[in-house]
């Protein structure tokens, strides 16, 4: 078993920042990408920012944004710790939404990763 939990999500100014937090607990031999998601009511989820590849070190890592979010946030990553993190700025309305920490854990030696969410938490934005 897997488990990915997130915390740090809430009510956010327009203009301010809020930090998101995943840690994965579990079977958990390695990792390659771990990020975040988001999904606003009526619309389909999309991605925030991922990091994947590298090795053991998190400053190998690629980073990858949503359109919507370069420039405003920050995804980082503590390898030892099985945790990422989003630092969020600049918050817009259109931020709001439920946030989803997803990982591809590999829980055994030779087996290929497989996807992972966590239950998500919500971010609202507003004044």
């Known amino acids: 078993q897997v488990q990915l939990v997130e915390s740090g999500g809430g009510l956010g100014q327009p203009g301010g920042s809020l930090r998101l937090s995943c840690a994965a607990s579990g079977r958990i031999v390695s990792i390659s990408a771990m990020g975040w998601y988001r999904q606003a009511p009526g619309n389909q989820r999309e991605l925030v920012a991922v990091?994947?590849?590298?090795?053991?070190?998190?400053?190998?890592?690629?980073?990858n944004y949503g359109a919507s979010v370069e420039g405003r946030f920050t995804i980082s990553r503590d390898t030892a710790k099985n945790t990422v993190y989003l630092q969020m700025n600049s918050l817009k309305p259109e931020d709001t939404a439920v946030y989803y920490c997803n990982a591809w854990v590999r829980r055994e030696e030779g087996q290929l990763f497989i996807e992972h969410w966590g239950q998500g938490t919500p971010v609202t934005v507003s004044s």
């Open positions: 990091t994947s590849g590298g090795t053991t070190h998190d400053a190998d890592y690629h980073t």
